[in-house]
């Protein structure tokens, strides 16, 4: 148990009593019911890094909230006491990145894929299925950060995917689809991303059981990872969106052949029909009174969604709810997959 005093008291509040705790898991139902600030003080209680790289998290918020340069010389005094905790812990180097520059953030998220192959590999090899809600946690935080790098970044991200090209033209690029990349980043892509029972049965129901994937049995499209944002069908957008782009890396200056773009177009209609709330306005968003998940809805066939899957504003209308003022308001509710597009 860590005896926290002082300015790191008042760090460690903002973070987690403020709403600044929306920062780190933007889809929380509540402050108070922050899963991902949960499990992160829970296994900061045995790790003083983890529990200082919190307080700089939250330094680093209040300085982009305020410009309050006070914020930033805490986050970075926290960062070089976390260094010297990190180095003095670890001088056999075995994390392969304690030598290296700190400040490159591909070096960090190379140094968190070779921790998750390593653990894979011995989870195999010991035949463990149970996923602790940490390891669920770093998981899908791995792949949202895998996923931005692959489908942003030039270089893309750690993992690639690299198979033959066996086109006969030379400016056209096509693949076996039925020979499969068995190898062991491959695998760890598809078990941090897909989050699917079918898929990954351990991880979901890991993901399920700390609030962070919705309910199966939802009469809904499809199931939402409520931290990433996004479906199971937009997944497997990013998954043939990221082997292509890796295949362009590596063909240059070939292209894609026309199959492989009709499929890209396919997946991203598929996704675009996902819905959290049934009956959502696909062009606004906006949620229709007479839908089961629209959060004013009475009947007895009313859908209980999770809080986080709404936003809402309130507009002068002709409606019900009038004001203090006697003005006359309406609430309108929206998706949050308007929040994310």
């Known amino acids: 148990m860590h005896d926290i005093q002082g300015p790191h008291k008042l760090y460690l509040d903002k973070l987690t009593k403020t709403k600044l705790s929306y920062h780190v898991y933007p889809f929380a139902e509540s402050i108070e ?41 805490h986050h970075l005094t926290l960062n070089f006491t976390a260094l010297a905790y990190f180095q003095s812990n670890n001088r056999d180097g075995s994390t392969g990145i304690s030598s290296v520059n700190k400040n490159n953030w591909k070096i960090h998220l190379r140094g968190v894929k070779d921790l998750l192959l390593k653990y894979s590999k011995l989870a195999h090899s010991n035949n463990q299925q149970y996923i602790t ?115 362009l890396r590596e063909n240059k200056p070939g292209q894609l052949s026309g199959t492989s773009i009709a499929n890209i177009f396919t997946l991203i209609s598929r996704a675009r029909n996902n819905d959290i709330v049934p009956k959502v306005n696909k062009e606004t968003f906006v949620i229709p009174k007479e839908s089961i998940g629209h959060p004013e809805y009475k009947e007895f066939d009313k859908l209980v969604l999770p809080k986080s899957c709404y936003t809402h504003e309130i507009i002068n209308d002709n409606s019900t709810t009038t004001s203090k003022d006697g003005s006359s308001k309406e609430t309108i509710y929206y998706s949050c997959t308007r929040i994310k597009r």
């Open 33 to 73: 019911t922050n899963q991902v600030l949960r499990i992160l003080l829970q296994y900061s209680l045995g790790s003083p890094y983890l529990l200082t790289a919190i307080l700089a998290t939250s330094a680093t918020f209040q300085f982009i909230e305020t410009r309050q340069m006070i914020h930033k010389d």
């Open 133 to 247: 809600d940490g390891l669920a946690l770093a998981k899908t935080w791995f792949f949202a950060i895998e996923s931005v790098a692959e489908l942003n970044d030039p270089l893309g991200g750690t993992i690639k995917y690299s198979t033959k090209n066996i086109s006969s033209h030379v400016d056209i690029i096509k693949t076996n689809q039925n020979v499969l990349d068995c190898s062991d980043s491959s695998r760890l892509w598809v078990e941090t991303g897909y989050f699917n029972r079918g898929k990954n049965q351990d991880y979901h129901d890991a993901l399920y059981r700390i609030g962070m994937v919705t309910n199966p049995n939802l009469p809904i499209s499809t199931q939402f990872n409520m931290f990433l944002g996004f479906s199971i069908d937009v997944v497997k957008l990013i998954d043939e969106m990221t082997k292509s782009l890796d295949l």
